[in-house]
């Protein structure tokens, strides 16, 4: 599994847009980049997820640039509500493999 | 949408006492898992389960940790002597297998905080 690097922190202001980096330089041919979004008390949940170059969900996008050794997670026009911590987690999806998470981003948002 | 359903949310036992916290996965899932959170920390893989067998399981995952699906539609993480280190939020999540082209991901339940005295 690869080995994830991301921000321990990350400060924003109600409607900017959050771009959160996240590092995988020993991601595998087979590996998908997920994204995990988890309040306080909670349990993780599903953001989003790629392979390669750009996905889009109703809730965020995922830039993958060709080399894959990295990868953004934006957030388009944040609220307070999105005050969580966001996770990177690079693996192969097939055969339901484990997931393992870093740190994480924290995430705070300010009115 | 669909959603993992955990039970109970907040258990307190004494040290030494065994319990069990259920889990119900999504009707249509295969996998099935048990993660914890000690507060403050990261959330760390327990054991995956799949065709009525676990299928993984970590360093954190001994004996005194058992997983069963008793009736095809729960699932349950029995801790038989908890510690005080055993204190925790408990997530259950479930995933199905799917096309690599085809985006999916892992449901957590809500948790269940553990407070072992």
């Known amino acids: 599994l690869a080995k994830t690097t991301q921000p321990i922190s990350m400060d924003s202001y109600e409607g900017q847009e959050v771009n959160i980096t996240c590092s995988h330089n020993?991601?595998?041919?087979?590996?998908?980049i997920t994204w995990y979004q988890q309040f306080p008390s909670q349990g993780p949940r599903f953001i989003i997820q790629?392979?390669?170059t750009k996905v889009t969900n109703e809730v965020a996008s995922l830039f993958i640039p060709a080399d894959r050794k990295s990868s953004t997670l934006s957030l388009p026009r944040v609220s307070l509500s999105d005050t969580a911590v966001y996770y990177c987690?690079?693996?192969?999806?097939?055969?339901?493999?484990?997931?393992?998470f870093g740190q994480g981003t924290e995430l705070s948002v300010k009115p | 949408e669909p959603e993992v359903t955990q039970t109970p949310s907040h258990q307190v036992t004494q040290m030494g006492q065994e319990v069990i916290l259920r889990c119900v996965p999504i009707?249509?899932?295969?996998?099935f898992y048990w993660y914890r959170q000690i507060l403050g920390q990261k959330v760390e893989f327990l054991v995956s389960?799949?065709?009525?067998?676990?299928?993984?399981k970590s360093e954190i995952f001994d004996d005194q940790f058992s997983v069963e699906r008793p009736d095809g539609s729960n699932f349950t993480l029995k801790i038989r002597s908890t510690k005080l280190e055993d204190s925790a939020m408990y997530f259950c999540?479930?995933?199905?297998?799917?096309?690599?082209?085809?985006?999916?991901?892992?449901?957590f339940g809500s948790g269940t905080r553990l407070t072992v005295v």
């Open positions: 999540a479930s995933s199905v297998l799917k096309d690599r082209d085809k985006n999916y991901g892992y449901t």
């Open positions: 020993n991601i595998a041919t087979n590996d998908y």
């Open positions: 987690l690079v693996g192969d999806i097939m055969g339901g493999g484990k997931l393992i």
């Open positions: 009707s249509n899932h295969l996998y």
């Open positions: 389960f799949y065709n009525n067998e676990i299928s993984e």
């Open positions: 790629g392979y390669k």
